[in-house]
């Protein structure tokens, strides 16, 4: 399984941005994906996840902010991203269930 994460950039407190995670490879096996990331100086936490059946979970600090979301046909995990803060300032990182990361992409919330 390869991920392919993209979307990251420079944004303005407030702003939004949407982070995609494109899968391929023997991705029938997979039934969970994640996104995470991590600050400078930070672990590496995980902000949302969804399942096989839909199914979300968030970190608090961004619940009603960030919504996870997948397109199967397109085999493609987004992350949209609303009402961003300087504290979700960090590298974001797409994970699948199984072990499978995919490479890093900066979000940089700022004026």
């Known amino acids: 399984v390869q991920l392919q994460a993209s979307g990251g950039g420079l944004v303005q407190p407030g702003g939004s941005l949407r982070l995609s995670c494109a899968a391929s490879g023997i991705i029938f096996s997979i039934n969970a994906f994640g996104w995470y990331r991590q600050a400078p100086g930070k672990q590496r936490e995980l902000v949302a996840a969804?399942?096989?059946?839909?199914?979300?979970s968030y970190e608090d600090s961004v619940k009603g902010r960030f919504t996870i979301s997948r397109d199967n046909a397109k085999n493609t995990v987004y992350l949209q991203m609303n009402s961003l803060k300087p504290e979700d300032t960090a590298v974001y990182y797409c994970m699948a269930s199984g072990g499978y990361w995919g490479q890093g992409t900066q979000v940089t919330v700022s004026s």
């Open positions: 969804i399942v096989s059946d839909g199914s979300t």
